[in-house]
């Protein structure tokens, strides 16, 4: 009886198993395919596309992502982005890391609090609710059109979320390094650069992942601070690029433009999801 049993457990175990990956399976097919179609889409004519929207190429047109880099001005768009993003995330990390070692490892303990509940109460504010205020508070610092200026108001809001992040993983570091370190005569920035830093390296390594897909895919607030089209970002960019060329009808080009910009995401994804997996299991989002 026992027997039979732990046999029909386990075949209950292999179906359950099997049907998860049907499903799984199923979800990555969803994710994949529009991609996969979207690359095939761009190496294709104009009268392909309209023609057999669902074949693959006679021919790959390596000339429509040339159109998207120079008549599209895809590359002015994708330096500006960089620009952005590598600016971004570096003003977070100076402000973020500190902020959280702070709040986690100072004897501050009413003030670190009320800090912490101002952060998590930022959290369910959204950036639509903001874009107002924003926009008058730029006007008058006479940083509307300026990327620094997007830059300075992209990290402010990823500020709470990323300091909340990286605070509940500074909480899991055992305090008998900064004991042991203090001994030695070491400052309080010592010891944040020398021991909780690296201690926290994969913390954040997740933070500046996080804040490269949202900084990099970031098309509200670059749309209210930013106006010239030479300042322009790669989301922006796109959306303007697929308002002119709808009417152009030059959608090979459009295409190509859409793989240019999913490729730094793909990149940055394919080298860091390790580290993002490793910090996201140990880090703030654990329990």
Known sequence: MNHFTANKSKTSERIATIAVRIVLLAISCTVVFPILWNLTTSFKTNTEIMTSP????????????????????????????????????????ILVV?????????HLK?????????????????VNVLLVPIFILMSKLNMIDNRVGLSIVMVATNIPFNTFFLAGFMKTISKEYEYAAM???????????????????????????????????????????ISSDSKKTLPVGLANLYEVQRYATDWSALFAALIIMLVPV????????NSLTKGMGVGGLKG
């Not at 500190?98 to 490892?105: E, G, H, I, K």
């Not at 009413?110 to 959204?126: D, G, P, W």
């Open 183 to 225: 001994i030695d005569g070491c400052s309080h920035f010592s010891i944040l650069t020398q021991i909780i830093v690296p201690l926290s390296a994969p913390a954040i390594t997740t933070v500046s992942i996080l804040s490269f897909f949202s900084f990099f895919n970031e098309y509200i607030l670059t749309l209210v601070v």
């Open 54 to 93: 669902w074949s693959l190429p006679n021919v790959l047109q390596f000339e429509n992502y040339i159109r998207a880099f120079t008549k599209a001005k895809m590359a002015d768009y994708f330096l500006n982005s960089v620009f952005v993003v590598v600016l971004s995330m570096v003003l977070l990390l």
């Open 98 to 106: 500190p902020a959280a070692y702070s709040l986690t490892r100072l």
């Open 266 to 273: 793909l990149v940055v994804y394919a080298f860091g999801q």
């Open 110 to 126: 009413r003030v670190s609090k009320i800090i912490t509940n101002i952060y998590i109460a930022c959290l369910f504010l959204q």
